[in-house]
């Protein structure tokens, strides 16, 4: 069965990146009994490929051993990396594309950066579309609102809404979905920065109640205690992720023309953030307990705490 069947349930499915996102996908596409292949070069490593490979064996997931791998039995691949590896992903498949096959990105890049992937995938080939996920995954799953780009986006969406996406084509002029993602993901996660600077500067100066009723005097409509704990959580868990997405999101803007003053700001403290996770400070990853502390307090403090030992 090829990638230019009308039956998508029928397509070998090929997941780079096997992270968060790689795996409520392959989740709920082995719930209909599409076949799966993902490769991740966290495999590489015995402790953190113990667990993804746990993983695939649970959900029936068939793992590959590279990227080449991966392309030249895939049919339709979707590359859910970090943002730095978008291009380099879509080289590495590049050449072992099949003929015909769809390649979707789903990586948080530029719109430059979208058209460099493109041409890699295009040049051998396989049909690339873009796709920019417009809002957090968890909540959702496969059904997160997805926006696509590209001259085969409009045939790609309605194969995509059989296997169970909610995806909509945004223009068939590749990199118009990707600015999207990007000029919302300066006002989102620069929110999220912006929680955190604000809220732990206040709880240092011992203001944060007082902060907090001001707050929701001027936006009533939102509980900034549940938001503050939310937006410590996922930058706990995902910062790194995240500041190489705003990174690309400031090269948005220069892109536009402007200088990222605020973008490359947001890059810095999620990246602040994450090196502070990745030395353990808010607890063992992979735990339960990691980055879920429902008190915003409890994780201002810690970081109040390592900034005071530096």
């Not at 955190?196 to 944060?208: D, L, P, Q, S």
């Not at 429902?294 to 900034?307: K, N, Q």
Request: with cysteine; hydrophobic share 45%.
């Amino acid at each position: 069965m090829t990638a230019t069947s009308t039956e998508p349930r029928h397509w070998n499915i090929g997941l780079v990146g096997y992270g968060e996102v790689g795996r409520i996908l392959a989740e709920d596409l082995r719930k209909q009994d599409v076949k799966i292949a993902a490769y991740d070069i966290k495999l590489r490593s015995d402790q953190a490929g113990g667990a993804l490979r746990d993983h695939a064996a649970t959900h029936g997931v068939a793992l590959t051993t590279s990227h080449a791998d991966l392309a030249a039995q895939s049919d339709f691949i979707v590359s859910a990396v970090t943002a730095s590896q978008a291009v380099p992903v879509a080289e590495a498949c590049a050449g072992a594309v099949k003929q015909g096959a769809w390649f979707l990105d789903f990586n948080s890049a530029s719109p430059g950066a979208k058209q460099r992937a493109a041409d890699l995938i295009d040049g051998k080939g396989g049909r690339y579309v873009e796709g920019a996920v417009m809002t957090s995954i968890p909540p959702y799953r496969i059904k997160v609102p997805l926006l696509l780009g590209g001259a085969g986006a409009a045939t790609l969406a309605p194969l995509l809404v059989e296997l169970g996406f909610d995806a909509k084509v945004a223009s068939q002029e590749l990199g118009v979905a990707s600015a999207v993602k990007m000029c919302r993901s300066v006002m989102i996660k620069g929110m999220e920065a912006m929680v955190i600077e604000a809220f732990t500067t206040a709880r240092a100066y011992g203001v944060e109640d007082a902060v907090l009723a001001s707050m929701k005097e001027t936006f009533p409509g939102i509980d900034w205690e549940k938001q503050g704990a939310y937006f410590f959580q996922r930058v706990i868990e995902h910062g790194r992720r995240r500041s190489e997405e705003v990174r690309e999101v400031a090269e948005t803007v220069r892109e536009a023309g402007l200088t990222p003053w605020s973008a490359q700001g947001t890059a810095e403290r999620q990246a602040f953030i994450a090196d502070l996770a990745d030395e353990g400070l808010f607890g063992a990853k992979g735990t339960e307990a990691f980055a879920r502390s429902t008190d915003w307090r409890v994780e201002a403090d810690r970081i109040l705490g390592a900034v005071k030992k530096g």
